[in-house]
């Protein structure tokens, strides 16, 4: 449509949205799912979090800014996933306050206040609905709800918490106007005379509290020493404290007082990633459908491919069987790289216009009402592995069936690394191609595991033993680029495997098993036939 026009018709409805007809009152849309996450699961989880809240604490969660895709086009708006998750408010420019106490003020008593985006009818005619004060009281159970321009004023009064709850105000705050993003963040700024704190600081501070051990200390060092130059590092009493003496006994000293003493972003971090990290059954409904999803896409995706075919349009035979199953988007750019772009971790240009003969290896995830799969699979273009392609992926594979082995309650997720280097370096050595298990990083460069759930790489801890309720993806590779210091047979060899699992009390469940993996049911599913084989489109002129 012409920009001109569109700029023009906004601007004249802002004027006279009644003459069109447009309603106040919200009006929810109709013939929509029915398996969206309930407001007495957000009002849960805000109790959760509550419960969780040292005494006369207050907790501050900001939405995501939005993004300029070009010009006057937005990114499709992803809402933060820690707001949705406490709230189920998907929009911009909105605040959500959970209060350890009861508040009261001349209206009432309140433990949770939401600032929401306006309404505005003009602009709903173009961009979509917005829930507004009304929608957001109808839809999301919640009673005290203010439209954001009123956050300025709203008589809070930070002093007199002990604690405040905040994610690290970074300079990601978009959003003009009274209610805009900016201005909520610069609001709480002032109020609370909190200020941005360094995020690569915080991280790093929050990644010694979360995951230093002893026995870790070599891979801590090494994470935080490329920063340590930094000003703000410099000033940091505990980094220095542990740069000038870095042995095992100081890291625990650090990460003892950074406990003692946890920042309101690091509480934020603790109470997000403990309780993100274990589904809820309505969580685990929603992530098992976007891990079905993808798994029947990547089938189709297998079924489909041929090796005259480009990477994008087999991209495309997964998005349309995700699309047609209610899967909103995908959780992260897909990856399809074919040879030497299978060796590429996150491939994400998808150009190549020919697969050829050659491995395909597709990472592409469906995101299901805002929960994402990630599923790998490596598969033949023309249908048969060699046996160099063979014996990778053999590797692969039992790697991943050792660590499913170890999915079950009590395990320490470090220990699925420890099993994966153990198997894939065994496997590498046997095959000439490293001669000592420490060279094992050279062809597996990643970790082998996180969780998935409404962030693909999602909030839950990874110094913590597995517990009933995680779901975590299981992810052994090996990519060998040409110029690899091996016999040629082996360059250009990529493969990863990767499931979805449930941990479970006794022993994981594979949620992505209608994805084939092994490799007979890989070869005999390529061969089989796809729906997309009947496609015939034209040639482009
Ligand atoms: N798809 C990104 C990952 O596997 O972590
Ligand atoms: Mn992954
Ligand atoms: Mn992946």
């Known amino acids: 449509m012409n920009l001109f026009n569109k700029t023009f018709l906004v601007a004249a409805l802002a004027c006279s949205s009644a003459m069109y007809g447009f309603s106040q009152s919200y009006q929810a ?25 040292p005494a006369n604490s207050v907790a501050v969660i900001f939405a995501y800014p939005e993004r300029v895709f070009s010009k006057d086009v937005n990114f499709v708006y992803h809402p933060n996933p820690d707001l949705y998750y406490f709230s189920g408010y998907k929009e911009p420019d909105a605040v959500l306050l959970v209060f350890k106490e009861m508040q009261s003020d001349a209206d009432g008593s309140y433990n949770e206040l939401i600032f929401v985006r306006h309404r505005d009818p003009a602009q709903e005619s173009w961009t979509g609905r917005r829930l507004g004060v009304e929608g957001t009281k109808a839809e999301l159970g919640f009673k005290r709800v203010y439209n954001s321009e009123e956050f300025a004023k709203f008589p809070i009064d930070y002093k007199k918490f002990k604690t405040i709850i905040y994610d690290d105000l970074d300079n990601d705050d978009s959003g003009s106007g009274a209610g805009g993003l900016k201005n909520l963040i610069a609001v709480f700024k002032e109020k609370t005379g909190l200020k941005s704190e360094d995020k690569g600081l915080q991280n790093d501070l929050n990644i010694i509290n979360n995951y230093a051990t002893p026995k870790n200390l070599d891979r801590i060092i090494a994470f935080i020493k490329p920063r340590a130059d930094k000003e703000s590092y410099k000033n940091n009493e ?55 999803i993808s798994s029947i896409a990547h089938a189709e995706a297998m079924r489909a491919v041929k090796p005259s075919m480009s990477e994008r349009e087999l991209e495309g035979v997964m998005r349309y069987v995700h699309d047609k199953y209610g899967a909103e988007e995908e959780g992260y750019p897909p990856i399809v790289g074919a040879g030497a772009n299978g060796c590429i971790l996150h491939y994400e240009e998808n150009n190549a216009t020919e697969v050829k003969n050659q491995l395909v290896l597709m990472d592409v995830g469906a995101m299901y009402h805002g929960y994402s799969a990630d ?53 590498l050595i046997a095959l000439g191609l490293i001669k000592d298990a420490k060279e094992v990083g050279k062809y597996y460069p990643h970790g082998v595991s996180h969780h998935i759930g409404l962030d693909v790489h999602d909030k839950g801890g990874y110094g913590v033993p597995l517990k009933a309720g995680m779901v975590i993806t299981v992810e052994p590779g090996i990519y060998i680029p040409a110029g690899s210091p091996c016999d040629k047979k082996w360059w250009n060899i990529g493969v990863r495997i990767e499931d979805d699992v449930q941990i479970g009390k006794d022993a994981g469940i594979l949620l992505s098993g209608d994805a084939p993996r092994k490799w007979q049911d890989v070869e005999k599913t390529v061969a089989e036939k796809s729906i997309f084989d009947a496609g015939k489109f034209p040639a482009l002129k």
């Open 29 to 53: 849309p109709e013939s929509q799912p029915t398996d969206y996450l309930t407001p007495a699961f957000h009002a849960g989880r805000r109790q959760a979090l509550r419960d969780m809240m």
């Open 375 to 427: 599923v790998t699979r490596t598969f033949p273009a023309n249908g048969k592995f060699t046996e160099e392609q063979k014996a990778i992926y053999n590797a692969v594979y039992d790697a991943q069936e050792e660590v499913f082995k170890l999915c079950k309650e009590g395990v320490n997720y470090s220990d699925l690394e420890t099993k994966t280097r153990e198997v894939l370096s065994s496997r």
């Open 238 to 292: 505990l980094i220095q404290e542990l740069m000038n003496k870095p042995d095992s006994a100081t890291l625990m000293d650090v990460k003892a007082k950074i406990a003692a003493n946890p920042s309101g972003t690091a509480l934020f971090d603790k109470y997000t990633n403990d309780l993100r990290g274990t589904k809820t059954p309505e969580e685990l409904a929603l992530v098992k459908k976007a891990v079905v």
